[in-house]
């Protein structure tokens, strides 16, 4: 290796810068350090993860190997609060440092995860996180309200994937920083602005995961109260299944990936179609089987005797009919036979009784001339004009001395 100042006649080759570097700094040694664990990882046995400084912006990566990871405390992970033998490592090959953990103590909860729990206990209390708070999704939302980063990769899965599934849904996207000092002010600023669009009908704050650290915005306080004071149905999908932000609490729906969280707030329309297409089917089985019973049923009752032949209906009526017939001819007979004997009867009675009956036998009706009836002889003087009538005819007398009672006589043959 050239101990040669390095120039730009004589330049050192990139493997010597690198070399160099990895010899100073391997004689910096093990060093114990003193961090909060912001990003706790496994993978082949190995552990993966990031140290951030309890005071400073400052964060450095470390990997714990299979065979000292079995020798650190149990439940090690993300939010602990802990002191560490460590060497640095720097990488030739691909330039890289990295501090590989040779020990590793637990000295107490972060205080950042220490801040966290107490607010989170605080929220709970206040009963943000009630399961009657949060309400139903709408079924198929015409307009969909987004917060996330710009040009992001959640972005684009969110977008493509509701698409996908209800090529007709309109988005209105509100680009804010989902990280760092700006996050909280503009999610904030992306959900009221969102909810107070009358278009919009459900909102979707995404971030495509990310280490404890970078999710802190989505567990700030006032970036919580904005979701839960929000009148517009509020999806949180940040994507990270190991930390749960407390914006994934307040929320009314909880989506473990920006994906998940189209899949959840779009319906497919295919499926949909799919499903009209079965009650359609299900329905057009029911309504022909009612249909078949139906006819099943009626064609059973035309089998029957009575209905078969349907003429011996007329047959039976035009028998009674006739019977009907003649026994009305023979009533209506016997009624006018018994009516003319009646009125024969009566004719013999009424002319027995009538005066002219009477005048037939011989007798006569006498009166004056002012046509009053004589009953009495002492009612006429003589010489009166008198009228006789008779069966036939009328003839005029005069009246003589009255003559001895009639009943002393015998009766006159009429």
Not at 81 to 95: M, Q
Not at 255 to 275: H, Q
Not at 324 to 342: I, K, N, Q, S, W
Not at 369 to 378: I, K, L
Request: net charge neutral; aromatic share 4%; glycine share 8%.
């Amino acid at each position: 290796m050239s101990e040669a100042p390095s120039t730009a006649d004589a330049p050192w080759p990139v493997g010597e810068l690198s070399q160099k570097i990895k010899g100073y700094i391997d004689r910096l040694g093990s060093v114990w350090v003193e961090g909060e664990i912001t990003q706790w990882g496994v993978s082949g046995g190995n552990v993966y993860g990031k140290l951030k400084d309890l005071a400073v912006d400052a964060t450095v990566p470390f990997t714990v190997w299979s065979s000292v990871k079995a020798k650190l405390p149990q439940g090690l992970g993300q939010g602990d609060r802990v002191v560490a033998l460590v060497k640095a490592n720097w990488w030739v090959k691909g330039g890289s440092l990295t501090m590989q953990v040779f020990e590793m103590r637990r000295v107490g909860l972060g205080d950042l995860l220490e801040r966290l729990e107490r607010l989170k206990q605080q929220l709970r209390a206040e009963g943000l996180f009630d399961p009657a708070r949060k309400r139903p999704l709408p079924f198929l939302p015409h307009c969909v309200g987004l917060v996330t980063g710009a040009d992001s990769d959640a972005e684009k899965d969110v977008l493509r994937n509701a698409q996908l599934r209800w090529p007709s849904v309109r988005f209105r996207v509100h680009h804010s920083a989902v990280q760092g000092e700006r996050a909280v002010g503009e999610i904030i600023a992306g959900i009221r602005a969102l909810d107070a669009d009358p278009d919009v009908d459900v909102i979707i704050v995404a971030r495509g995961g990310g280490d404890f650290q970078n999710l802190l915005p989505f567990s700030d306080e006032a970036v919580v109260r904005a979701a839960a004071a929000c009148g517009t149905p509020l999806v949180s999908a940040i994507g990270h299944e190991n930390d749960r932000p407390l914006l994934d609490e307040v929320a009314d729906l909880r989506a473990s990936t920006p994906t998940d969280a189209a899949k959840r707030v779009v319906p497919d329309v295919s499926d949909e179609l799919a499903k009209v297409q079965q009650v359609r089917s299900r329905m057009l089985t029911r309504v022909t089987g009612l249909i078949g019973t139906e006819v099943d049923r009626l064609a059973q009752i035309r089998s029957r005797p009575a209905l078969a032949t349907a003429s011996w209906i007329i047959d039976q009526r035009a028998e009674e009919l006739t019977r009907f017939v003649a026994r009305g001819v023979e009533l209506t007979t016997r009624g006018l036979e018994r009516a003319h004997l009646d009125l024969t009867e009566r004719r013999g009675q009424l002319r027995a009784l009538s005066p002219q009956h009477t005048l037939d036998r011989g007798y006569a009706i006498v009166q004056t001339d002012s046509g009053a009836v004589v009953r009495d002889a002492a009612e006429t003087a003589a010489g009166d004009e008198l009228v006789l009538t008779l069966a036939r005819g009328r003839i005029a007398a005069k009246a003589g001395a009255p003559l001895p009672s009639a009943s002393s006589h015998p009766t006159p043959t009429p």
